[in-house]
């Protein structure tokens, strides 16, 4: 689209459309989903990248990964920087370059408009017609993720365009509309402004409104508040809920921040080294933490009120030995999957990719990743499905 274009779609007046309806009749609207099945089911993801040289082994970013996520829940994915979290979200758009990347196994069950389809083998025509549309993404850094060379306007409306039958002027009131639900004020005019004319958390706020732009049934939502303050970052994910409550939408919600997790997720997702750890619904995992390294992560959160000579680290935690030895079942070789430790020698890894590993089922709802041993060589939980939702457990909304 052109500067001009766009800018005479970003300036029309609303007096060709004062006479048709308040929702214009190309808008797309979804079909209505079963909010009792999961609307995103990954199962055993790996995805790995070229070590550049050529010659040596692949570097693994994610091996085995397992989640789903259902109609109206916030699935938090939570770990260190390199952990995978981002390439599992960028690898259900197809926005994993490739080559140096490349899916080596794996399933992404999505249920599409045309019912439930696995995204992975996708052609790229086919999965332009989920990116945007049935599914969006905010990217971690929205003074990047935003082209500077084009108004804002142009931005928002393109991707209007490219998914709703609908026209010019119809996109522009779109993207007021858009704008106007994440509280941008007096959006029709900011149209026509650039990024640069916006603050940082404006720029977020616009990012949010390209992404919700088409209603799409799942928001992949990667560090959405990174470099924002924190005033702003407690709006933005105000906004999140709201909209989310206002949309019947899905979250998934990328982030290293134990306390957004706490007040924003339904479940939670904690990854390390390409695979899942632990997996639990929000309070589960924040009452009994069963993993060490997830026991290190709260550990190592300063507390109000509480005075310490120094804070406690993960590899204070993770370096304790009886650490990993509280596990259902550890005293008959139940242990921990932890990848800088020697195997125990009970190993019984199954053929194939990841056979040292299994995510067990520990207790009714709560995985945990556990090495396969003797005493779990021949296990098989079902993988990691929770339907919980804090808005609809009366006990905690």
């Not at 197809?94 to 019912?115: C, K, S, V």
Request: proline share 8%; hydrophobic share 40%.
């Amino acid at each position: 689209m052109t500067t001009a274009t766009a800018t005479a779609t970003a300036t029309a007046q609303p007096t060709a459309s004062a006479a048709s309806p308040k929702v214009a009749t190309g808008r797309k609207v979804h079909r209505a989903l079963d909010e009792t099945k999961p609307l995103l089911r990954v199962s055993d993801l790996a995805v790995s990248f070229d070590n550049g040289g050529g010659s040596g082994p692949r570097i693994q970013a994610v091996d085995g990964v397992r989640m789903c996520v259902y109609p109206r829940q916030t699935l938090a994915v939570v770990g260190e920087s390199g952990c995978g979290k981002s390439v599992t979200a960028m690898s259900l758009l197809h926005l994993i370059p490739r080559p140096p990347g490349r899916w080596d196994r794996g399933e992404a069950w999505f249920h599409t408009d045309d019912g439930p389809r696995d995204l992975l083998p996708f052609a790229e025509s086919d999965i332009r017609r989920i990116r945007g549309n049935e599914i969006a993404m905010i990217f971690q850094e929205p003074m990047t993720s935003l082209n500077p060379v084009y108004t804002i306007g142009d931005q928002i409306i393109e991707a209007i365009l490219l998914h709703q039958n609908v026209s010019p002027a119809e996109a522009a009131e779109i993207a007021v509309e858009s704008m106007n639900s994440v509280r941008i004020p007096d959006p029709r005019p900011r149209l026509k402004a650039y990024p640069h004319q916006f603050s940082g958390g404006m720029r977020q706020r616009v990012m949010i409104a390209m992404a919700l732009a088409c209603q799409p049934k799942l928001l992949l939502a990667d560090e959405p508040t990174t470099a924002l303050d924190v005033t702003v970052q407690a709006q933005i994910l105000e906004l999140l809920r709201a909209l989310q409550r206002e949309r019947q939408m899905s979250i998934m919600l990328i982030t290293h921040d134990l306390g957004v997790v706490a007040e924003n997720a339904d479940v939670v997702c904690v990854m390390y080294a390409g695979r899942v750890v632990e997996y639990a619904n929000v309070f589960e995992l924040f009452e009994n933490p069963m993993h060490p390294y997830t026991r290190g992560l709260f550990a190592s959160i300063p507390r109000v009120g509480e005075k310490r000579e120094r804070l406690v680290t993960i590899a204070d935690v993770i370096d304790n030995e009886k650490n990993f030895r509280t596990l259902p079942g550890a005293e008959k070789g139940v242990r921990p999957w932890w990848p800088w430790h020697e195997p125990p020698k009970d190993l019984k890894p199954k053929r194939g990719p990841a056979g040292d590993y299994y995510l067990q089922e520990v207790k009714p709802d709560h995985w945990v990743g556990v090495w396969r041993t003797e005493e779990v060589k021949d296990h098989e939980s079902r993988p990691p499905d929770l339907s919980y939702r804090i808005a609809d457990d009366p006990s905690r909304a």
